[in-house]
């Protein structure tokens, strides 16, 4: 996973080359950072890893279970 690399991104935003997200300002001539699938896609797959790799089934609703596969620390018990 690498942090988000638009031409629009918050660069430095966490330390020099921490780069992040920012919201824009439409009058002050700022625009927000643009999305892109890749790091999304990124996201997503790292957190369904540990998810998954607890042997949790993903389930669209159930906000916990990325929480609940750390809590449990499966991943590291092997």
Known sequence: MDRISTSTKATDLFGTGKHGFKDGNLTGGIAPTDFNAAWFNDAQEEML?????AGITPAAGTRNQLAKALQDGALWSA
């Open 49 to 53: 890893g540990i998810i998954e790799g």
